[in-house]
Antibody, heavy 115, light 107 residues
Framework: EVQLVESGGGLVQPGGSLRLSCAAS????????MNWVRQAPGKGLEWVSY????????YYADSVKGRFTISRDNAKNSLYLQMNSLRAEDTAVYYC????????WGQGTLVTVSS | DIQMTQSPSSLSASVGDRVTITCRAS??????LAWFQQKPGKAPKSLIY???SLQSGVPSKFSGSGSGTDFTLTISSLQPEDFATYYC?????????FGQGTKVEIK
């Protein structure tokens, strides 16, 4: 069974940093592309970042480019999102997602940016 | 970026009703279109991929159609467990983009 478990969310002040993790199991993690998608409270879904299976290709949404860094450790079956210079508008539930035609989503981790 | 426009943004329907939600892409995306259902406090659940293919385990009351720029999701007979928010998403190219959502409420 595919499982994605996000962690690392919490309350952070504007300008601060957080590192999200996503622990994957139930599939060959090193063979799959991964994505982060977020959802602000009461709002719709917004794609954040993509990383290829090897980590050699990375994309970011314009809203986070230059502030967020996606990475992965295939030996640890883990995906990461380093978030710097956080803003109030980054407040959201962050989901890791594997797959395109048959996507699996984690349960999400809440990031709150507030003073 | 490809913009996805969903309509309506909300609708009220009764149990047993047939419901149709539409999604329009700002440029052609072939059939790289997915539909998700989301209930409060839960992660989105995939219903449809490739515009019209049903995910394993999803009941056949859900169906999708369309290609290019215009797509529809139909629920043939609305049941209490179907009241939720529905999103379309294009995965033709990055950045992935989502429709703004359609909230299906009980009349």
């Amino acid at each position: 069974e595919v499982q994605l478990v996000e962690s690392g969310g919490g309350l952070v002040q504007p300008g601060g940093s957080l590192r999200l993790s996503c622990a994957a199991s139930g599939f060959t993690f090193s063979s799959y592309e991964m994505n982060w998608v977020r959802q602000a409270p009461g709002k719709g879904l917004e794609w954040v970042s993509y990383i290829s299976s090897s980590g050699s290709t990375i994309y970011y949404a314009d809203s986070v480019k230059g502030r967020f860094t996606i990475s992965r450790d295939n030996a640890k079956n883990s995906l990461y999102l380093q978030m710097n210079s956080l803003r109030a508008e980054d407040t959201a539930v962050y989901y890791c997602v594997v797959g395109e035609e048959t996507p699996y989503w984690g349960q999400g981790t809440l990031v709150t940016v507030s003073s | 970026d490809i913009q996805m426009t969903q309509s309506p943004s909300s609708l009220s329907a009764s149990v047993g009703d047939r419901v149709t939600i539409t999604c329009r892409a700002s440029q052609g995306i072939s059939n790289y279109l997915a539909w998700f259902q989301q209930k409060p406090g839960k992660a989105p659940k995939s219903l449809i991929y490739a515009a019209s293919s049903l995910q394993s385990g999803v009941p056949s009351k859900f169906s999708g159609s369309g290609s290019g720029t215009d797509f529809t999701l139909t629920i043939s007979s609305l049941q209490p467990e179907d009241f939720a928010t529905y999103y379309c998403q294009q995965y033709n190219s990055y950045p992935w983009t989502f429709g703004q959502g359609t909230k299906v409420e009980i009349k």
